[in-house]
């Protein structure tokens, strides 16, 4: 069905009252859109897509959209999609702009955001603390963080806009961001004056910023700070000192810290399992590395090239070639996109120990596989 049948199906039944029919409608469009290859067709389609009302209150056709001509840096084209939505009434609605607001600040288009968010007066549209963290968000997102003090107090003051918890966790990724962790760690006493809690969001943004940064400590305190606020933990709080500890060889703390999470209900994810991984490397303990991968394996957790970016060369650099070739198979069993001279390092292990057949079906399961060939060669014999 070509895709204007399926956008005049949608019209048809958008006046009618089967909701069903509409939906499904809508779903027809959505797929076409995302099928389509040709960027251009893609803009115009989905302008053409805008003038159905339900097709509009769909945020992840637009974030689809934008996404993908952000990614082949069609940046005209987003705007010409984006400024196209201004004809609608939706526009005169505080969701709606703040939608289009973020997604210029997703596609690093901030001056754009800008004038979004200075022309909703014109449609009588109100712009509150919602609207003031798109633009915020949009600013952080651009990566424009010398304007972000200008929005952050200029606009909220000039707007008469109370900034909230949301507005301060921006600012807070905007100095984590730019590696000023002191003026994040600051933030914290200017909200406390200000009466605004910080969440577990706040706390986690500037702890990880910390410890990925080797301020040990100075996150440790910050921990104890959070949990004496009665901030709960959540997964990305554990992570981040999972983490930190491994960074700081603390291994047998790491694993307290991830019992401790299964204690108290807060399930482990890949990056929990990651951080106790690299911990082990990082001590060079092979058989705890080892065990840790099992249990990634054996939970539900999907595995990341990462873990084996981190595992492969260690088990090769530990002559564990049984462990390194398992790992090997399982890359290509998942499908997972490494670089090659990961694999190489492999396929050269084994044939320097003879072992050739397996050196072999990696290099064939390399260069023989139905999404990305790696081009592996046996090494010369002399």
Partial sequence: MSFSRVLQRAFCTATQSNAATTTNSIGAISTNLYKERNLKRLVEKFKKSSELYRFRTKTPIYEDTVRRLAAAKRFKWIEE?????????????EGFAVRLVTLYGKAGMFENAEKVFDEMPEKSC????????????????????????????????????????????????????????????????????????????????????????????????????????????????????????????KTNEAVE????????????????????????VNEG???????????????????????????????????????????SEEIFKRRLLVDVELLQVVVDGLAKASRINEAKKIVKLGNTNTYRRYNLQLPSED
Wanted: include cysteine; glycine fraction near 4%; proline fraction near 3%.
């Fill in 285 to 327: 303990k092979l058989e705890e590395a080892k065990q840790w991968y099992r249990e990634l394996v054996k939970s539900s957790c999907a595995l990341q090239k990462w873990t084996f970016q981190m595992l492969v060369p260690f088990v090769c650099k530990k002559g564990d070639l049984d462990f390194a070739f398992e790992l």
């Fill in 81 to 93: 999609i984006l400024e196209d939505q201004k004809q609608y009434p939706d526009f005169s609605t």
């Fill in 126 to 249: 109100e712009r509150t603390v919602l609207s003031f963290n798109a633009l915020l968000g949009a600013c952080v997102n651009s990566k424009k963080f010398d304007k972000v003090d200008e929005v952050f107090r200029g606009v909220s003051q000039k707007l008469s806009i109370e900034p909230d918890v949301v507005s301060y966790n921006t600012v807070v990724k905007a100095f984590c961001e730019m590696g000023s962790l002191e003026s994040a760690v600051s933030m914290l006493v200017e909200m406390e004056n200000k009466g605004v809690e910080p969440d577990v969001i706040t706390f986690n943004t500037i702890m990880n910023g910390l410890y990925v940064n080797n301020q040990f400590l100075a996150a440790e305190k910050l921990w104890s700070r959070m949990v004496g606020k009665n901030v709960v933990p959540d997964v990305r709080s554990y992570n981040a000192r999972l983490l930190g500890l491994a960074s700081e060889k």
């Fill in 257 to 280: 810290l991830f019992e401790e999470m299964r204690n108290k209900e807060v399930k482990p994810d890949v990056f929990s399992f990651n951080a106790l991984i690299k911990g082990f």
